[in-house]
């Protein structure tokens, strides 16, 4: 397959005429491919919580995730040096990477390392989870316009009804710091909602090149943040954090960007952040078995109905049957 350009923002094969033109045998297996990488996709964001709260007991959040995004932007770079490609040099374009890295890192990832100083990966993953809503909810104010009815209404009243269980009950203990942490995740969770809608723009693209760029752009926005708040060479952090820190970037941020991407611009924005509820137990499970956390009976109700509102607003919607 031809490598489309990607020195001008044009796009000239959508990907879905190039669907459009393989055999059925063909599209079957590029369904079960893309089924596989959103369980690989679940498993690394799942993961990313956990290697999360483990860098930063020894690690700011900025610097955490200033690493991070810096770590994976190079890493990225290397791989298209090694396969012939170059980032865009379009201003345009370059306009466009900044807003998927405020949307898809820098606040987001920042925002959950912050709040992973008094939450658990366990919980932080349940709350990061409802991308989904917001897509519906973004989806339908800001781009089309249209009614959200049906399954889809009862997926949003389930999975806010969910994310008010889990940070409701907090609440009634008082408005310390982990309330203000899980509205935190709440708010993290908004912004990947807006984020998958967003992506949208790069459809076309090389799957790399939107990963590849949000990420130097985020990493140019959090590193001087770093430098003038947290001073890092002053720090000294722990073998379990510097490790957390590595696997955080390479897999859950390298890997995972572009996978993201690739199915962002092969099933849509809503189908792809349908990896939210497939994440939630892999998140919970790295929680459990790698830092020992339990849930609380309010977390695992508020779980079932996150889990079951994202479920039901990824089914597709039943058209009406024509009247004869």
Do not use: H
């Not at 090694?82 to 998927?100: H, K, N, S, V």
């Not at 100083?117 to 781009?143: E, K, M, Q, W, Y």
């Not at 820190?245 to 349908?274: D, K, N, P, Q």
């Not at 849930?295 to 996150?306: K, Y």
Request: aromatic share 6%; proline share 6%.
């Amino acid at each position: 397959m031809t490598t489309p350009a990607v020195n001008t923002p044009a796009v000239t094969t959508p990907v879905m005429n190039t669907l459009a033109t393989t055999t059925p045998a063909a599209a079957g297996t590029s369904r079960v491919i893309d089924v596989v990488l959103l369980l690989v996709l679940a498993v690394l964001w799942g993961g990313s919580y956990s290697f999360i709260k483990i860098g930063v007991e020894t690690i700011p959040p900025v610097s955490l995730i200033a690493a991070r995004t810096l770590i994976a932007g190079a890493l990225l770079l290397l791989v298209l040096r090694m396969r012939g490609l170059r980032l865009p040099t379009d201003p345009a374009i370059w306009r466009l990477f900044m807003t998927q890295a405020c949307l898809n890192s820098v606040v987001p990832f920042t925002l959950i390392a912050w709040a992973e100083r008094s939450v658990d990966a366990g919980l932080a993953t349940i709350l990061s989870s409802t991308s989904p809503i917001f897509v519906v909810l973004l989806s339908g104010v800001l781009v089309t316009g249209e009614r959200v009815g049906g399954v889809r209404l009862f997926g949003v009243l389930a999975g806010l009804a969910g994310t008010a269980l889990i940070v409701g009950v907090q609440a009634l203990s008082g408005f310390g710091a982990q309330f203000a942490a899980q509205l935190a995740l709440v708010a993290a969770s908004l912004c990947y909602g807006g984020a998958a809608l967003f992506g949208r723009n790069f459809k076309g693209l090389d799957p790399i090149m939107p990963a590849a760029g949000s990420l130097v752009c985020g990493a140019a926005v959090l590193i001087p943040l770093s430098l003038l708040l947290d001073r890092p060479w002053t720090l000294a952090p722990s073998t379990e954090s510097i490790k957390a820190l590595i696997a955080l970037s390479v897999l859950s941020t390298a890997l995972a960007f572009v996978i993201y991407f690739r199915l962002i611009a092969r099933l849509g924005s809503t189908a792809t952040t349908s990896v939210a509820y497939l994440r939630v137990p892999a998140g919970v499970a790295f929680g459990i078995v790698l830092l020992g956390e339990a849930l609380a009976p309010s977390a695992w109700a508020g779980l079932v109905l996150v889990v079951a509102g994202v479920v039901a607003m990824t089914l597709p919607e039943r058209k009406p049957l024509a009247q004869p």
